[in-house]
């Protein structure tokens, strides 16, 4: 299978200021020699990135296709006292506490064929590493040189940061991998995930999908660890977490119409094209793209959110 990622990218110039212009059960999770691993101390979809207030619109297309096999997630209930790394720096209340606590203790592990696959939110001191993968996945995909991901590293950065302070209504999704119990963990992969209106961007791509309803995006996967299943179950994870902290069913999401394989993933885990953008989209210098949709079934247990994916397609 021929692992795909692509991004469609229109951006203007930064507004100034007017004054200077995250094999099927938690417990099989192998030893991991964390004192090697600081980023366990603490306890190309998908679709784009509209970056913060004080940009104009600089949207991002990253979808990806992957590889099989099943999944699990596991949260647990405690006090809601939370780590430095998913503080908002906003006053929350009591419900936006207890999701804010559900999104600090989900994780989702998976035993690929090919290694141990760990996905779980995104903390602070994990930023700077996620915002290079996507940064160099969106240069990638552009055919940019080098020297221009630094300013895509500005903008992702800025991007990352306002979201966060809209959590528990959006969260950042962070995978690690290792192929055997001797190599470290390593930065795998990243997903996005709005849950509500009050973490919509403020300008969606088009075809626009409802603001009240999940939204997936920015999916992007290490180009040397892909085509190991870790975009699928990626998009498995984030439907995982959807199903517990949102009553809506219905999870949307982008593709771009040159994208074959991104959307033969899409149609196999589920999701339906409810919309295609006009033709006219081509005169703004866009690909036309998909805005698909799929029902999620309430689940009562982990297992029943598993979907094993076997790839269509060479």
Known sequence: MASTAYLSLYYFAIQQPRHHQQNNHLHHIPHFRTHQNPIFTSKKTHPFVIFPKHTKPFNLILPLSTSQSSSSSSSSSSPPTFQNSLQTGRFLSNDELEKLQFLENFRYFQELKSGFLYIRMMEQEEMDMTVSLLAESFAESLLMPKGYVRFLEYLVKQYLIERRTLMPHTATLVGFYKEDEEEDLQLAGT?????NKKG?????????????SPYICNMTV????????????????????????T?????????????EAPLNMYKKAGYSIVKTDSILILVTL???????CKQIPIPTTPSEMDMSYQEPFS
């Not at 009553?247 to 994208?259: F, Q, T």
């Not at 866009?286 to 698909?292: A, F, I, T």
């Open 286 to 292: 866009q690909r036309r793209k998909h805005l698909m």
């Open 200 to 212: 919509a961007n403020a300008s969606p791509p088009t075809p626009t999908p409802p603001k009240n």
């Open 222 to 245: 290490k180009e040397s660890l892909r085509r190991r299943g870790i975009g699928w179950h990626l998009l498995k994870a984030s439907e995982e977490l959807i199903a517990q902290m």
């Open 247 to 259: 009553s809506s069913r219905d999870v949307y999401l982008h593709c771009r119409m040159i994208d």
């Open 191 to 195: 997903v996005e995930l709005c849950f």
